[in-house]
C-alpha cells in the first residue's frame, strides 16, 4: 500500500534558524515524491519535485531511498514561508493519482 | 498559465439536499480529480478521471458521484448531503503523461458546510 507521513502537525521556528519538516512514505517500487504547499488564503501548488533535483525558495530535498523518506529542509526560514506544506507521493504510472500526507503547518516567528 | 476553477468559494447546503460542485480547467488536461482537505487528514482523493466520461473511485468515494460530459469540466456530486461531509472540496487537473513534467494544478477550494 502507498503512504505517506509527516509525522508533525505543526512545526514553529525563528526567522534564520534552519527548517526540516519531515516526510516518510512507503511504497514498494520506485515512486515519485513532490512537496506542495498552500500559503494564507492561496490555492494549493506545487513546491518542488525530486525529479527535477532543484531548490526553489531555498528549500531542497533529499529521496533517501533506505530511510525511505523526503524531508524538506531550507537553512534560513523567512516568515514568508509560513504556509501549510504537503508531502505527494506518485507511482508514475497508470493515471497520476498522488497519494498526501497529513501536512505540516509551519510557523515562522519573528 | 493553467488556470483551474471552481464555482463557489463557499456553499452552505441542508442536510439531504443534492450538491453540485463544478471545475473546470483551461489546459486540454485529461486526467482531473476532485480530494476533501480536512485538518489532521491531509487531501483524500474521492474520484478522479482520464478521459471523458471515465471515472475511477478514490479513497473516499462512499456518498459521491462524478459527472465528466466534456474534457475541460468534472463535477462532484453529493446525492444527499450529510454533516459528515462539511469539508474544503479541492479539484485538481494533471499534465500529461509521457511529458515528464509532473504536476497538478489546483483550484481554489469549495468550502462545503452542510448543516
Known amino acids: 500500500a502507498q503512504r505517506v507521513t509527516q509525522p508533525e502537525k505543526l512545526l514553529s521556528v525563528f526567522k534564520g534558524a534552519p527548517v526540516e519538516l519531515k516526510c516518510n512514505y512507503s511504497?514498494?517500487?520506485?515512486?515519485?515524491l513532490f512537496w506542495y504547499v498552500q500559503y494564507s488564503r492561496q490555492r494549493l501548488q506545487l513546491l518542488l519535485r525530486?525529479?527535477s533535483r532543484e531548490s526553489i525558495k531555498g528549500f531542497t530535498a533529499d529521496l533517501n531511498k533506505g530511510e525511505t523518506s523526503f524531508h524538506l529542509k531550507k537553512p534560513f526560514a523567512q516568515e514568508e514561508d509560513s504556509a501549510m506544506y504537503y508531502c505527494?507521493?506518485?507511482?508514475?504510472?497508470?493515471?497520476?493519482?498522488?497519494?498526501f500526507g497529513q501536512g505540516t503547518r509551519l510557523t515562522i516567528n519573528p | 498559465d493553467v488556470k483551474v476553477t471552481q464555482s463557489s468559494r463557499y456553499l452552505v447546503k441542508r442536510t439531504g439536499e443534492k450538491v453540485f460542485l463544478e471545475c473546470v480547467q483551461d489546459?486540454?488536461?485529461?486526467?482531473m480529480f476532485w480530494y476533501r482537505q480536512d485538518p489532521g487528514l491531509g487531501l483524500r482523493l474521492i474520484y478522479f478521471?482520464?478521459?471523458?466520461?471515465m471515472k475511477e473511485k478514490g479513497d473516499i468515494p462512499e456518498g459521491y458521484s462524478v459527472s465528466r460530459e466534456k474534457k475541460e469540466r468534472f463535477s462532484l456530486i453529493l446525492e444527499s448531503a450529510s454533516t459528515n461531509q462539511t469539508s474544503m472540496y479541492l479539484c485538481?487537473?494533471?499534465?500529461?503523461w509521457g511529458t515528464g513534467f509532473y504536476e497538478q494544478y489546483f483550484g481554489p477550494g469549495t468550502r462545503l458546510t452542510v448543516t
Open positions: 505527494a507521493l506518485s507511482p508514475l504510472q497508470g493515471a497520476q493519482k498522488l497519494v
Open positions: 525530486h525529479i
Open positions: 489546459m486540454d488536461h485529461e486526467n
Open positions: 485538481a487537473s494533471h499534465t500529461p
Open positions: 478521471s482520464y478521459d471523458v466520461k
Open positions: 511504497y514498494s517500487g520506485s515512486p515519485e
